[in-house]
């Protein structure tokens, strides 16, 4: 009995205790950017190369004095790809916090539910990873740099119906995730609007482990090219089944393989892969040399897709915030941001030159074609 | 393909038995499910891992070290969560071990990460080709060990004295009790040497896939669960068939049928074993 | 007033109150079920898309929901009474992961990529005065012939047969119920996240809804909501946490068996009694 009580007492007592309000802000001399993102669970991979491209960029800005004098301070709200928990993070960061721009969410679903609440109150949110289609549409206060599929696959159709004059295909989806189901489709339009049959489809599940039954399945088809449409783990997995059985035609990728995880674990077997990134790392510019540098120094890795993006995006919203001339969050200062943020166009970042059109979210930026040679990241030429 | 189907068929299904061998053990000796089995499965290969990447040792020893470590495991959370909880309820360990899976998921996650981590292999891939049937060294080598050990395991159980009171046990905990067997510590042994073969699956499934990740226990510890329903619960040999069923059974789905319905195959069959036949198909040992 | 977070908290511990009172009123006659986010989600997705698809009013199609979720109740409550304990709690979770790749590979109701733009509706009116009607009716049982024959039933199920209960309708009944009323919460929650997918209603909800139950107690009513309330405020509370966070939640349940497992409120909690009893250190001598 007595124990019982006594743990009751500890439970509530730690409620009431813990949890400093970690959105306290200083706000005075702080300019606050709230970051929605899956810090745990499986996509966690995703989102902690955000966070750290984003405190590259927030060091950066910072070391130069901050924007019109106050330095920025990135909060971090961890939603673990659960849609639930990142409007619950965004609410928090708006109404507690009162950020002044949002950065997130870092997957497409979690982005889907949580734009409209930035809209509704008028409070800027960037994605720099969310690739699915019309995120950004009739919502004026949310923009992305992340390149969305619809946009790069169509290149990638190309540059393979080029280079590897295929006619047919498999297509490998990991049926229940929205992301590779949605990117299925896409990459079904290209397809036909390029001319090549979609040989068959075989899919697997998120978090499956073994991989023999389909690669079999996949053997017995002969391939000319097999498409892959998941995160980075079970792609890898794939690959090194299907090197396993024998099969090395080429594989076509996508977004997911933006982790150089992939290349970790696939090893080899990755040899020849090609997909569309929205960063290049081996970029010969030095703006792009001097930002991997940085990165490899504070983290010892090499920057990914996503740490390049959330670079650019924190510089973006930095040059939104300073052209808007307003620092303190409120509802007009923040439409003042917005508005500058619609404005900019040849923004000169790491991941290529953003633009962004009058009545459109999404930036205009270069696709990279690249194509994995020898053990690195290379152009497809 | 379908002699290729069914060489994969044969080392998935022999894992699955590995694991629905140590959840029947558990079963048939306290009629309570260890949930948190998944997870040991788990943990086990993580500690092979280790102990190749930072011990420096060879695969055998890091074999031995992760069904030592697992087997530790297992003996854990019995002193956590059955003992103290054996006369509560039926229901109070399933929730304890329900919690325990969650938390030692986590933790394997914050320490290893919660993305795959390539697991090395120090077997050469080299392929036989036995009529239509395609077969690698690794495969080979994994069947050996599985059946190798599920024969132990028969023989131990038939033949041991220790075998013999575990089985004793299992009919009866009281009857057992009272003929001079040492029950605590009968438990914990059956505890120790499930946890061994559920490790022991683990390492084999991370040779076979080159990765493991701290997510994998969980669809194969749920899968465990039917296959001792499958097989009857705290039935040796039924486990071991039901493992080698439901290893044929998903791969052929996948192969013939569409593979987006392979989870659902092995709780569509437990289902309706469960509606049809409680006891399961094999029947389960007397308490 | 309250601002839009507090009332967005305010909301989820409400749909998650009456969450955890449709897993106690299964559990009132014994039956132990994880799986009922699947009937959450039966719930959500047939409120979501009566009212995408077809346009209906919500009051119309949170019925519908709610509804939906009692016939399958329904179904899987009848042929799964023969199964006891851990067998029916297995069968449950069965029916849980079968239902959600079912779900996934169902194009029409948006497969894996789910339904999004469901309108907000639910507003915390809603919610709360739905709870406080099933408030009122669990007190009101509690004495009730109802209540009295689930008791009966949870205690002792071959001694109330003797007794003439009709534990078959009462048990059917009791799971029906909790499904409608899972069903029902799930309609509410789908019109106020406005994106539902398979995701949201897999075994892992299930298990969080049973540990609602399981933190506060079966004993009475109050139990699980004191269970729900606790454990949405948690991970807002605890969001400094962050990585630990699950860590905190599994050892909870391991926590909670050793140290106290009926939960933290028992059938005196709430009454002066057993309190001025403590205070007066008469009466039982040495309590524990």
Sequence with gaps: MKRGIILAICFLLSICLSGPNQGISSAADEILIGNVSCLTGTAAQYGISTYEGLEVAMEEINGAGGILGKKIHILKGDDSADPRQAVNVVQKFITKDKVLAIIGAELTGTTRVTAPISNAAQTVQFTASATGAGLTDNLPFVFRNALPEAYAIPFVVEAAKKKFKAESLVIITSYNLDYSVDLTKIYEKALAAAGIKVQDKISYAEGDIDFSAQVSKLKALKPEIVVMTGYYQESAQLMIEMRKQGINCPILGSNGFNDPKILELAGKAMEGSVWASGFFPNNPDPKVRRFVAKVQEKYKKKPNQFHAQAYDALMIISEGIKRAGVTESTPENRTKIRDALAKITNFPGVSGTHTFKPGKGDAEKSVFILILKDGKYALLD | ?287 | MIDAYTSQVLTFIGINSILALSLYITALAGQLSVGHAAFMGIGAYTSALLMTRLGWPFFLTTACGALMGGVFGFCIGLPTLRLKDLYLAIATLAFNIIWVVMLMNIEAFGGALGIFNVPKVTNNWTVYISLGILLLFFHRMQDSRLGRAFRSIQEDEPAARAMGVNAVYYKVYAFTLGAFLAGYAGALYAHFVTFISPHDFEVDRSIEILLFVVLGGAQTFIGPVIGAVLLTLAPEVLRFLAEYRLLVYGLMFVVIMLLRHEGLIEEDTFSWKRWSRTFRREGRAGAP
């Design chain 2, 1 to 287: 393909m379908l002699a290729q189907q069914l060489v994969n068929g044969l080392t998935l299904g022999s894992t699955y038995a590995l694991v629905a061998l140590g959840f029947t053990l558990v079963f048939g000796i306290l009629g309570m499910i260890n949930f948190a089995h998944g997870e040991i499965f788990m943990l086990g290969a993580y500690i092979a891992l280790l102990l190749v990447t930072m011990g420096g040792f060879s695969i055998f020893w890091a074999l031995i070290g992760g069904m030592v470590g697992a087997a530790l495991l297992g003996m854990i959370i019995e002193r956590v969560s059955f003992r103290p909880l054996r006369n509560v309820s039926i229901l109070a360990p399933l929730i304890s071990t329900i919690g325990l899976s969650i938390f030692l998921r986590s933790l394997a996650q914050i320490i290893f990460g919660a993305e795959s981590t390539r697991f090395p292999v120090s077997i050469k891939t080299e392929f036989f080709q036995l009529g239509p049937f395609q077969i690698s060294l690794l495969q080979i080598v994994i069947l050996a060990i599985s059946f190798g050990l599920m024969a132990i395991f028969q023989a131990f159980i038939k033949k041991t004295k220790i075998g013999k009171a575990m089985r004793a046990t299992s009919e009866s905990l009281y009857t057992a009790g009272l003929l001079g067997i040492p029950v605590d510590r009968i438990i914990l042994l059956s505890f120790a040497v499930a946890s061994a073969l559920g490790g022991v699956a683990g390492i084999l499934l991370g040779l076979n896939f080159n990765a493991i990740s701290p997510l994998m226990g969980k669809m194969v510890g749920l899968k465990g669960l039917t296959i001792i329903i499958l097989g009857g619960m705290g039935n040796i040999t039924g486990a071991m068939v039901g493992g080698l069923f439901l290893g044929f059974v998903e791969v052929l789905s996948v192969g013939y049928l569409t593979s987006s319905y392979r989870d659902a195959v092995a709780f569509a069959l437990m289902f309706l074993v469960l509606l049809i036949r409680p006891t399961g198909l094999f029947g389960r040992v007397v308490r």
